[in-house]
Structure formats: structure tokens, C-alpha cells
């Protein structure tokens, strides 16, 4: 055991690396075996017998008292240590009562006076310290705790804490009021100074517990209410899935509604490919003329007939005269004459310019060409027409 | 009677089924939303006179109508559909709710370590088509953004957020009370 500062300092120094080691991992088990790797067994015996490195079955660390003095002076602690404080009342009550009683050592007085002092600066500190920790971890379980029933009970546990720490600054704000004699007749300035502003310290410091106590407690509820909500999404799911959920709950009556909210029913709408929104929003104008080069237009062409003739549009009824050439062979079969001067003399109902009998004539001689005997040699001629004598076959033909 | 301003804009919003969210990452809806917050009489008269409920909820508005009762199997369907797709957000997270915010990309992360909530996307209907896991999952999304509980908040990153509108199924859900002798089983 060391019991000597120059001492204590001097070996934390000369193995520094090994303590610093040693403190980043002291949330975890270090083995005997890895640090007898790096100091070698007999160091570690030495700092074991020196009550600086302690050991448990297999596994090495350091001492609680090193351990709390690094974590207290670094202010790396997470824990809540909320009893703190009330030792520390318990040491301003005790140091005030040494400090009346000695009337005469102004020496010893001192001596008190510099404890108190001491405990007036460190009580607001703790306080704090602790008030950050709590939000901290409050904030921190709320926001990243994934389990309900563990987010709930550790948000209790902080609720606890800092019921106790509101509890705390009551004491203190206790104690202050209870020594306020002392501290009137106290001599040092500085001592009265330093209860003043603690007083007003803890006034600040219980605005923000109460509003801590708020926010927690509606974390709580909070999580509460979404564990539930949870359970019974879980238990309705099932029934889903059993298809019950109709019969065995509300849910029909729920939705017979006097009006439907419209995301219920969506309406169906025509859905096309140009969205009228965007055709305002993104300038449709130049869409178009950027895509008129990019995608070929197929030219159509369409024809124009002619223009119609406009007795086409007339509503009058039109006869027109149609000559039966079948009507008109057989009569010229039965005739003795040729064909032309046959047509030529024939009366027709409408009376036939000798261009149209030219026409029929032709017609006749190309459609009956077989019934007929063309005589080459014989040709008659008829104003500015000359035509070949056309005659019946078959019978009236000449032997 | 005087027109309250951006009538026309809150009704072609909340005439296609939609909300205006006080979260709506959308400065144009936020915009709306304070509309109908400060004018909310002015707003309601207009729209009932063309047949519109504004209905005010809190941080959300939507317009609710007289409808047809036949229609109640198709809101049926839309719930029926929504306890599955509520259920699996919530499996993947217990935060799950107005506010939450994920990504597609982390929503498919814990699908591939977790088989429970690889299960129930499987089984969810019209999810199971698209290929890809991230696929399947940008689906979910997709719903409750369609349905307007959720919206994209950052594209890049495919992240959403849930709109408040979301307290409407969160409180229908709720509201949805298992007969007695079901409940004496579970208890």
C-alpha cells in the first residue's frame, strides 16, 4: 500500500500506457494474462500489493479509488450518483458545527471555512453534472432503445433518479435556509458570497429538473401508448389473417360513416401519359419543339378527288335514257338491213345524234362480233363516216 | 360571400384525396396548411357549399364527403391494408410514427437480417412482384405515400418522413375494438 503522493505519482507515471489502456477498457474484462504480456508478472504483483490494479478470477483492473478519480476528474462517469450530494449536506452540516464550536483557533476556523467553501462550489456542480447525465440518458433511451418494455423501464429509472435528485436540491435549498444564520454572522466574504450564488444556481437548476420531469414523463406515456397501439396492431393482424377481424370486431360500424373522408375512396381517374400539372409546370412549349426533331413525323398525303359537279348537289330526280343492246341485237338479227343502216333508221324513244348511233354501232359490232359477217369489200359511207356493211349470220345470210 | 385566398390550390389538393400536413416537406403544402389554420371558417363555408367537409385534425387537414354506404367494402380493403403495412414498419421499428424518418435502403438492411420481417413483406400483397429486395421495399414507401402518410423528404437518399396525416390510421386503428369473449382469450 502506498501512502506516500511522491510515491503514488511515480508509479502511476512510469507505467502511464498501461493505466491508460487499462482505463479505455474499463467496461470490460481485461484478462491476467494480457497485461502480464505487456508489464510482466512481477510488476503486476507489485501494483497489486499497492492496491493500484486489483484482480478478480482471471481478470485485471484498476483500482476503484483510481478508477473513480480518473472518471470524477475527466468527468467520464456515466453512472448517476445522486448520493453524492446528500454526503456532501451531511459534510457542510458537520464542518459548520466544527467551525461554531472552535471560538478561539482562528486557525481551525480557517481550516472549516475552506471545507465549506469547498462544498458550496461542488454542490451546484453535482447537481448539474447529474441533471445532464439524466437528459443525457433520457433523451438517449427514448430515441434508441428498440425494446418497449426495456425503453419503459429504463425511462422509469431515470424518472426515479430524478426524483431523487429534485429531492436534493429541496435539501439543499433546506440546509442553506437552516444555516442562514450562519452565514449572516460568517466573517468571509467570499463564504457568503458563494451561499448566494448557489442559492440562485439552484433556482436555475430546479426550472430545468421540473421541465426534465415533464419530459419524461411523457416519454413515458408516449411509449406507453405505442407499446399498446403495438399489441393491438399485433392482435389484429392475427385476426385478419384468420379472417375474422369482420365478426369479431367493430370495424364495420366503424366505417359506416355519415361522410367519407376522401383518401378512403380515391376516385378513379384517367390516367394518360401527358400529365396536364406538367405540361404547365415544365414549359410544354419547348418539350415539344425539342422532340418535333428527335421523333420523325410521318408525312400523311391525301388525295383530292375533283371538285364535284354541282347538278351532283341537285335534289331534282335525273332520268337518263340507256339503250338495251341485247333488246336491240335480237331486232337486228331479225331485220334484213346492215347493221348501221339499221340503227340509222330505227326510232329510238330519244332521239339519237349520229355521233351516239356511230357509238352504238360499234358497240353492236365489238359485243356480237360472232352473230355478225363483216364484208370487207362493201363500205357505205354516211356524212363525213365511211363504215363496213354489217350483216346478220345464221339464216338471213346468203348462200 | 368573399373567396378565401389559395381556395383553388387546397381544393385541387384535397379534392384528389390528399392532406395538407403541418410536416409536409413541401413548402407549397406547408403554405396551404397555414391557410386553412387561419382561415379555417372562411375555407369550410366555401368548400360546403360545393358539397366538401374541410375537416380540421391536429397538424392536418383533409376533405371528407357524403358517399354512398356501398362503398364500405373498398374501405374495408384500404384498412384491412394498412394493419399490414402499419405492422411491418412497426416490427421494423417501435419509433414508428408521426415524424419517423428512414430510408429505403435501411428498411431493406433490416429486412435481410431479420426473418420475421422478411416474412411480412413477402406476404404483402402487390409488393412481392418487383425483383430486387430495395425494390419491394421502395414499395412500401410508395403506399404510404400514395395513401399521403408518408412523403419523400431527400430523393438522393430515398429517405421519407411520416407526415402527421398518419394519426388518422394510428386513431382508426385504435378506435377498432375486439369483441369481449376475443379479448377474455387473450388477456
Same mark, same amino acid.
Given at each position: 500500500?502506498?501512502?506516500? =503522493?511522491? $510515491?503514488? !505519482?511515480?508509479?502511476?507515471?512510469?507505467?502511464?500506457? !498501461?493505466?491508460?489502456?487499462?482505463?479505455?477498457? $474499463?467496461?470490460?474484462?481485461?484478462?491476467?494474462?494480457?497485461?502480464?504480456?505487456?508489464?510482466?508478472?512481477?510488476?503486476? /504483483?507489485?501494483?497489486?500489493?499497492?492496491?493500484?490494479?486489483?484482480?478478480?478470477?482471471?481478470?485485471?483492473?484498476?483500482?476503484? $479509488?483510481?478508477?473513480?478519480?480518473?472518471?470524477?476528474?475527466?468527468?467520464?462517469?456515466?453512472?448517476?450518483?445522486?448520493?453524492?450530494?446528500?454526503?456532501?449536506?451531511?459534510?457542510?452540516?458537520?464542518?459548520?458545527?466544527?467551525?461554531?464550536?472552535?471560538?478561539?483557533?482562528?486557525?481551525?476556523?480557517?481550516?472549516?471555512?475552506?471545507?465549506?467553501?469547498?462544498? !458550496?462550489?461542488?454542490?451546484?456542480?453535482?447537481?448539474?453534472?447529474?441533471?445532464?447525465?439524466?437528459?443525457?440518458?433520457?433523451?438517449?433511451?427514448?430515441?434508441?432503445?428498440? *425494446?418497449?418494455?426495456?425503453?419503459?423501464? %429504463?425511462?422509469?429509472?431515470?424518472?426515479?433518479?430524478?426524483?431523487?435528485?429534485?429531492?436534493?436540491?429541496?435539501?439543499?435549498?433546506?440546509?442553506?435556509?437552516?444555516?442562514?444564520?450562519?452565514?449572516?454572522?460568517?466573517?468571509?466574504?467570499?463564504?457568503? #458570497?458563494?451561499?448566494? $450564488?448557489?442559492?440562485?444556481?439552484?433556482?436555475?437548476?430546479?426550472?430545468?429538473?421540473?421541465?426534465?420531469?415533464?419530459?419524461?414523463? /411523457?416519454?413515458?406515456?408516449?411509449?406507453?401508448?405505442?407499446?399498446?397501439?403495438?399489441?393491438?396492431?399485433?392482435? #389484429?393482424?392475427?385476426?385478419?389473417?384468420?379472417?375474422?377481424?369482420? %365478426?369479431?370486431?367493430?370495424?364495420?360500424?366503424?366505417?359506416?360513416?355519415?361522410?367519407?373522408?376522401?383518401?378512403?375512396?380515391?376516385?378513379?381517374?384517367?390516367?394518360?401519359?401527358?400529365?396536364? /400539372?406538367?405540361?404547365?409546370?415544365?414549359?410544354?412549349?419547348?418539350?415539344?419543339?425539342?422532340?418535333?426533331?428527335?421523333?420523325?413525323?410521318?408525312?400523311?398525303?391525301?388525295?383530292? *378527288?375533283?371538285?364535284?359537279?354541282?347538278?351532283?348537289?341537285?335534289?331534282?330526280?335525273?332520268?337518263?335514257?340507256?339503250?338495251?343492246?341485247?333488246?336491240?341485237?335480237?331486232?337486228?338479227?331479225?331485220?334484213?338491213?346492215?347493221?348501221?343502216?339499221?340503227?340509222?333508221?330505227?326510232?329510238?324513244?330519244?332521239?339519237?345524234?349520229?355521233?351516239?348511233?356511230?357509238?352504238?354501232?360499234?358497240?353492236?359490232?365489238?359485243?356480237?362480233?360472232?352473230?355478225?359477217?363483216?364484208? %370487207?369489200?362493201?363500205?357505205?359511207?354516211?356524212?363525213?363516216?365511211?363504215?363496213?356493211? =354489217?350483216?346478220?349470220?345464221?339464216?338471213?345470210?346468203?348462200? | 360571400?368573399?373567396?378565401?385566398?389559395?381556395?383553388?390550390?387546397?381544393?385541387?389538393?384535397?379534392?384528389?384525396? &390528399?392532406?395538407?400536413?403541418?410536416?409536409?416537406?413541401?413548402?407549397?403544402?406547408?403554405?396551404? @396548411?397555414?391557410?386553412?389554420?387561419?382561415?379555417?371558417?372562411?375555407?369550410?363555408?366555401?368548400?360546403?357549399?360545393?358539397?366538401?367537409?374541410?375537416?380540421?385534425?391536429?397538424? @392536418?387537414?383533409?376533405?371528407?364527403?357524403?358517399?354512398?354506404?356501398?362503398?364500405?367494402?373498398?374501405?374495408?380493403?384500404?384498412?384491412?391494408? @394498412?394493419?399490414?403495412?402499419?405492422?411491418?414498419?412497426?416490427?421494423?421499428?417501435?419509433?414508428?410514427?408521426?415524424?419517423?424518418?428512414?430510408?429505403?435502403?435501411?428498411?431493406?438492411?433490416?429486412?435481410?437480417?431479420?426473418?420475421?420481417?422478411?416474412?411480412?413483406?413477402?406476404?404483402?400483397? &402487390?409488393?412481392?412482384?418487383?425483383?430486387?429486395?430495395?425494390?419491394?421495399?421502395?414499395?412500401?414507401?410508395?403506399?404510404?405515400?400514395?395513401?399521403?402518410?408518408?412523403?419523400?423528404?431527400?430523393?438522393?437518399?430515398?429517405?421519407?418522413?411520416?407526415?402527421?396525416?398518419?394519426?388518422?390510421?394510428?386513431?382508426?386503428?385504435?378506435?377498432?375494438?375486439?369483441?369481449?369473449?376475443?379479448?377474455?382469450?387473450?388477456?
Amino acid at each position: 500500500m502506498i501512502t506516500d =503522493i511522491n $510515491r503514488l !505519482l511515480t508509479v502511476l507515471y512510469s507505467d502511464r500506457k !498501461l493505466f491508460e489502456s487499462l482505463f479505455e477498457k $474499463r467496461n470490460r474484462l481485461v484478462s491476467f494474462h494480457e497485461v502480464s504480456n505487456a508489464i510482466g508478472e512481477d510488476k503486476i /504483483e507489485y501494483l497489486l500489493n499497492a492496491e493500484i490494479l486489483s484482480h478478480t478470477d482471471d481478470s485485471v483492473e484498476l483500482d476503484e $479509488r483510481i478508477l473513480s478519480f480518473f472518471e470524477e476528474f475527466l468527468e467520464t462517469n456515466e453512472d448517476i450518483e445522486i448520493g453524492d450530494v446528500d454526503e456532501l449536506l451531511i459534510n457542510l452540516r458537520y464542518n459548520i458545527e466544527l467551525y461554531q464550536n472552535e471560538k478561539d483557533n482562528e486557525h481551525s476556523r480557517e481550516r472549516y471555512l475552506g471545507k465549506i467553501k469547498r462544498i !458550496l462550489k461542488k454542490v451546484p456542480n453535482l447537481i448539474l453534472k447529474n441533471l445532464s447525465l439524466l437528459q443525457l440518458h433520457i433523451g438517449l433511451t427514448y430515441k434508441t432503445q428498440s *425494446s418497449h418494455k426495456n425503453k419503459i423501464l %429504463e425511462l422509469q429509472h431515470y424518472k426515479a433518479k430524478l426524483e431523487k435528485l429534485m429531492n436534493i436540491e429541496v435539501k439543499v435549498q433546506k440546509a442553506l435556509l437552516k444555516e442562514s444564520h450562519f452565514f449572516s454572522i460568517v466573517s468571509s466574504h467570499e463564504t457568503v #458570497l458563494l451561499s448566494l $450564488r448557489l442559492k440562485v444556481r439552484l433556482r436555475e437548476l430546479r426550472i430545468s429538473l421540473i421541465e426534465l420531469q415533464k419530459q419524461v414523463i /411523457e416519454y413515458i406515456n408516449k411509449t406507453l401508448h405505442k407499446q399498446h397501439f403495438f399489441e393491438h396492431i399485433i392482435k #389484429l393482424k392475427e385476426m385478419k389473417s384468420a379472417l375474422e377481424i369482420k %365478426e369479431k370486431s367493430n370495424i364495420l360500424s366503424l366505417l359506416e360513416m355519415e361522410t367519407t373522408p376522401l383518401f378512403m375512396s380515391k376516385p378513379q381517374r384517367v390516367s394518360t401519359l401527358l400529365d396536364t /400539372e406538367e405540361v404547365y409546370e415544365f414549359g410544354f412549349d419547348e418539350m415539344v419543339q425539342k422532340l418535333q426533331h428527335v421523333i420523325p413525323v410521318g408525312k400523311s398525303t391525301v388525295c383530292k *378527288s375533283e371538285a364535284l359537279d354541282e347538278s351532283f348537289f341537285e335534289d331534282d330526280e335525273s332520268v337518263s335514257y340507256m339503250i338495251d343492246t341485247d333488246a336491240l341485237h335480237e331486232e337486228f338479227m331479225k331485220s334484213n338491213k346492215d347493221l348501221f343502216g339499221f340503227i340509222d333508221e330505227k326510232n329510238f324513244e330519244v332521239e339519237q345524234s349520229l355521233e351516239e348511233k356511230v357509238t352504238l354501232y360499234c358497240q353492236l359490232a365489238l359485243m356480237y362480233e360472232n352473230n355478225y359477217n363483216f364484208d %370487207e369489200t362493201k363500205r357505205e359511207k354516211k356524212e363525213q363516216y365511211e363504215y363496213l356493211v =354489217i350483216t346478220p349470220k345464221e339464216i338471213n345470210e346468203p348462200a | 360571400m368573399s373567396l378565401p385566398k389559395q381556395s383553388k390550390e387546397i381544393f385541387e389538393i384535397l379534392s384528389r384525396g &390528399n392532406f395538407l400536413c403541418e410536416n409536409s416537406p413541401v413548402r407549397q403544402e406547408r403554405d396551404l @396548411y397555414q391557410s386553412c389554420e387561419r382561415e379555417f371558417g372562411a375555407h369550410y363555408d366555401f368548400f360546403e357549399h360545393i358539397g366538401f367537409y374541410l375537416i380540421r385534425e391536429d397538424g @392536418y387537414f383533409y376533405f371528407s364527403k357524403e358517399l354512398p354506404q356501398s362503398q364500405t367494402e373498398d374501405k374495408l380493403h384500404m384498412i384491412l391494408e @394498412y394493419i399490414d403495412l402499419v405492422e411491418l414498419m412497426l416490427q421494423f421499428s417501435a419509433t414508428f410514427g408521426v415524424g419517423f424518418r428512414t430510408t429505403v435502403r435501411e428498411l431493406a438492411d433490416a429486412v435481410q437480417s431479420n426473418v420475421v420481417l422478411k416474412d411480412r413483406l413477402d406476404r404483402l400483397k &402487390n409488393i412481392s412482384k418487383p425483383q430486387t429486395l430495395h425494390a419491394q421495399c421502395a414499395k412500401v414507401f410508395e403506399k404510404f405515400k400514395k395513401g399521403g402518410f408518408m412523403a419523400l423528404e431527400d430523393e438522393h437518399e430515398e429517405r421519407y418522413i411520416v407526415l402527421n396525416s398518419y394519426h388518422y390510421i394510428e386513431t382508426f386503428l385504435n378506435a377498432i375494438k375486439v369483441s369481449a369473449n376475443e379479448t377474455g382469450e387473450t388477456l
